[in-house]
């Protein structure tokens, strides 16, 4: 007598989605709806503003915020709206493709250091430990004078330096992972050591290392921000976020919104960010 087996539709859908995962998660949820938030904004910007960012009108200098206005203007009638969107694109670009090779040089040296250890080991955790033992921000400000105001030198910069956050954590969590049996036997099955590296070992720690990079981008973020502050960051007219907290310091305490809301956008940018890392570490934990 044959016998028939039901599948439960429970059973079949028990696979959470990425949609679900990011729902069952406040901190990421609300995090990538404020990012996504900031982001449209700074892609729209041509359509919903109504001035050019660099505009100027000397008939409307330091207007406070109105109906024509929604945010006020500068002390050369530019539409700090306008100013704000732009600069919100010009600040998360840079944030974004600047974070890019020092991610992939600091995951890739922290699994060589963690993997092979011994000689390997002892030189990044040297080359680590004594630029770590710097504060973070007076060697970006060396570093950018020494390259150069402007994008290029930004670039450069955290090429330079940003990589060792990465390694430091990676290079821990790459050591850990070694000591387990299914490394143990990939390596004496005799597979090379850079094909355990990226077939076996990079899917591990990269999840651990996207957390790391949303926090880093925080960071990057105000590092960006400082040195348009301090004036070797984006050359104006281009808007920026820190050239606008500059600019609008010397009107702080009539026209204070020419600095606040900049400011704000920082301050709600670093929030989405962090908000995403967290959830991202939870979701990480939970799997």
Known sequence: ?????????????????????????????????????????????????????????????????????????DQVGRDLFARLIYAARVDLKIMALA??????????????AGYYGK????????VTNTLIAFPYYLIVIIVAFASGAGERGIYIT???????????????????????????????????????IFRHLLPNVLPQAVIVLMTDMVGILVAIVTLGYLGIGIAPPTPDWGTMISQGKTFIYSKWWLSVVPGLAVVYTGIALSCIGDGLNDVWRKR
Request: glycine fraction near 6%; include cysteine.
């Open 1 to 73: 007598m044959k016998q028939t087996v039901s599948i439960s539709p429970l059973a079949s859908n028990n696979k959470e989605t990425l949609l679900d995962k990011i729902k069952k998660t406040p901190s990421l949820f609300w995090g990538c709806v404020m990012m996504a938030v900031m982001i449209g904004l700074a892609l729209l910007a041509p359509v919903i503003c109504r001035y050019q960012p660099s505009a100027q009108n000397l008939m409307e200098t330091l207007q406070p915020p109105s109906a024509r206005h929604i945010m006020g203007t």
């Open 158 to 196: 955290f090429a330079l330096v940003g990589w060792i956050v990465y390694a430091r954590v990676i290079r821990g969590l790459s050591a850990s992972l070694c000591k387990q049996e299914w490394i143990l036997s990939a390596r004496a099955m005799g597979l090379p050591g850079i094909r355990i």
């Open 99 to 112: 974070e890019i090779i020092p991610f992939c040089t600091g995951v890739f040296v922290g699994m060589l």
């Open 119 to 126: 000689w390997v080991d002892t030189a990044v955790t040297l």
